[in-house]
C-alpha cells in the first residue's frame, strides 16, 4: 500500500481531537499546521494526498485552504471537520465546491473522518474521473517506466507521424499517465507537455480496451465548454490505449483536430496496431541490454 | 461504520436480485416515470426495520417524495428516514426524522455535502444495523451543475458509502442522459441496474451484482402509472 500524506489544520499547537484517529490509520503520513498561510505553504511545497481541516483558522478558514488546494492538486481529497456552525460553512463554500463535512461535534466524528480519509487516499474517490479498476496496479507500472532513452523517443516519434499520416490529421501524441497528471512523451505539432488528468480526455481512453473517439468535444457533455481544450484547440480526439500484457493501460496514443470529424473503422484499427507497437518498445527498452530484464520484480511489464 | 459481521443489505423478493455487501454502490437507470424511480425506492426503503434510510431527493420536494412513500403507506420506520430536500422548499412538517435546511437548487454540491452529513450522523446516533444511502436522482444533478463538479460529487458520494459500509442506490434518467454520461457514472459504481417498461410490466437487467442478470427479468410491479403495489400487510 502506497503512503498517502494527510494534512492536518487546526488553530493551536496541537491537531484538534476530532483529528487524532488520522494517524492510527495505516501508511499514513501526516503534515500538522495551525495557520491557512502554513497550510497554503504545504500544498505549495509537497505533493498532499488528503486535507483535513478546521473550518475557523486564524488567518481564514479551512475552505479557503480546500479551495487552495483544489487549485494546485485537482485530484487530493478535502475534508472539512469542524465545530462551526454548518450554516457558516455552507454559506462559505461556493455552490459547485466539493469537499466531505464531517461535524466535528457528532459523538461519532472521529470514528468517521478516520474511515473517509482511509477511503480518501487509497481510492481516490474526489478526482472529477473515474479510476480504472487496477488504478493502484497501473500506476505502480508506469512509476516504473524509463522512457527518456533517445532510441525509445525517436520510436514514439515515428509513431505520432504515423498515426497523424494514417488517420489524416496535422497533430499527435504519445501520453502517459501516471496517478495525477498525463506527460506527452512525443508530441507531433502540439507544444503543451504536463496536464493534470482532470482536464485530459486520455483519463477517460484508458477506461476502455478499444479506441476512444470523441468526434465532438463540445457535443461531448463530459467536454463541452471545457476550456482548456478550447485553448489547446481540441475539437476531435481519438485515442488508442497503450496497455501492457496485463491489460494495465500506462498511457495513450491519440490524434487531434481543430474541427469535429469522424474516424473510420480502418483509422481506429490504425491507432490500436501503432498503439501496441509503442508499448513493444517500452517493453523491449524495459528487458535491458542483453536480455537482462530490468524490471524483473515486475511481471506486468513483459516483452513483446 | 463497520457493520455486524455477515450483514448484508435485502432487497425484497419481487426484484430478481439478491442482497448486497456493506460498501456497495448500485446505479439504477432507465425511463425514469416508467419504473426506474420506482425500482430505486423500492431498493431504498425496503430494509429492515433496524435499517436507516437517507435520501436525497433533487427532482422533488421531500414532501413531494414522502407522499410517494405513504401511497400506499410502506412499512417504513419514520425515526429512521430522513430526506435531503434539494428543490428549494420550505418545510415546517417535520414528520420523518429530521429536516435539514432547504437548499436553493439541486446544484449547491457544497450545501447537499453538508446538510447530507449531519442528516447521516442523526440516523447514525440511532444506531441503524445499516443505511441506504440515496440519490433520486443524478440526473438532477447533472442539470443544474458542471459535469465535472458533479462528477467529483457523485464519487466522493460513493467513497463515503464505502467508508461507512453503507448501501448505495443512485437514479439516472436515461432518456436525458447520453451514453456517455452513464457510463461515467456507471464506473463510480459496483453495480448498474437497468430497468424499462414492457407490456407485460417491468423488466430489469443488472451486472456487476451478485445476482448478475444480463438478460431482462420481469418484476413483480404493476406497471400502472398511479399508485404502487403494496406487497406488504397494512
Known sequence: ?304 | MSREGGFRYEFPAGLPLSGATPGTNILVSGPSPAGARRVALELLTTGSEAEATLVVSADESGRELLGRLDDPPRPLERSMLGVVDCVGSADDDRRFLAHTQPISHPGDLSAIEVELSILYEKLAARDPAGVRVGLVSLSALLAHGAFREVSRFFHMLTGRVIATDDLGVFLLDSTVEDRETVETMRHYCDGHVQVRAEEGGLELRATGLDAELETWSPVEFLVASDGWESRTSP
Open chain 1, 1 to 304: 500500500m502506497n503512503e498517502i500524506t494527510v494534512l492536518r489544520v487546526s488553530p493551536g499547537d496541537e491537531p484538534a481531537p476530532a483529528f487524532d484517529r488520522v494517524t492510527d490509520l495505516p501508511a499514513v503520513s501526516a503534515v500538522d499546521r495551525g495557520s491557512l498561510a502554513a497550510g497554503k505553504a504545504v500544498v505549495e511545497d509537497h505533493p498532499v494526498d488528503c486535507l483535513v481541516t478546521a473550518y475557523d483558522l486564524p488567518d481564514g478558514t479551512g475552505v479557503d485552504l480546500a479551495r487552495h488546494l483544489r487549485e494546485h492538486a485537482p485530484d487530493a481529497g478535502c475534508i472539512v471537520c469542524t465545530d462551526t456552525d454548518p450554516a457558516t460553512v455552507r454559506a462559505a463554500a461556493p455552490e459547485g465546491f466539493v469537499a466531505e463535512f464531517v461535524d466535528a461535534t457528532a459523538p461519532d466524528a472521529a470514528e468517521r473522518l478516520a474511515a473517509l480519509v482511509r477511503v480518501t487516499g487509497e481510492a481516490r474517490c474526489q478526482t472529477a474521473y473515474p479510476l480504472p479498476e487496477t488504478e493502484p496496479e497501473r500506476c505502480e507500472v508506469v512509476d516504473r517506466l524509463e522512457l527518456e532513452a533517445p532510441a525509445l523517443r525517436r520510436a514514439f516519434d515515428r509513431i505520432t507521424d504515423l498515426a497523424a499520416l494514417r488517420v489524416g490529421v496535422e497533430r499527435a501524441t504519445v501520453n502517459v499517465l501516471d496517478s495525477r497528471t498525463q506527460e506527452a512523451v512525443a508530441a507531433r505539432n502540439v507544444d503543451w507537455t504536463t496536464i493534470p488528468r482532470e482536464e485530459t480526455v486520455c483519463t477517460y481512453a484508458i477506461l476502455s480496451e478499444g479506441v476512444t473517439v470523441v468526434e465532438d468535444t463540445d457535443a461531448d457533455p463530459r467536454f463541452a465548454g471545457d476550456e482548456g481544450l478550447d485553448e489547446m484547440g481540441i475539437r476531435f480526439y481519438a485515442g488508442a490505449p497503450i496497455t501492457t500484457d496485463d491489460g494495465l493501460a500506462v498511457g495513450t496514443l491519440c490524434v487531434y483536430d481543430d474541427e469535429p470529424r469522424s474516424l473510420s473503422a480502418e483509422g481506429e484499427r490504425a491507432l490500436e496496431l501503432l498503439a501496441a507497437e509503442a508499448m513493444a518498445w517500452i517493453a523491449a527498452h524495459a528487458m535491458g541490454p542483453g536480455g537482462r530484464d530490468a524490471t524483473a520484480d515486475d511481471p506486468e511489464v513483459t516483452g513483446p
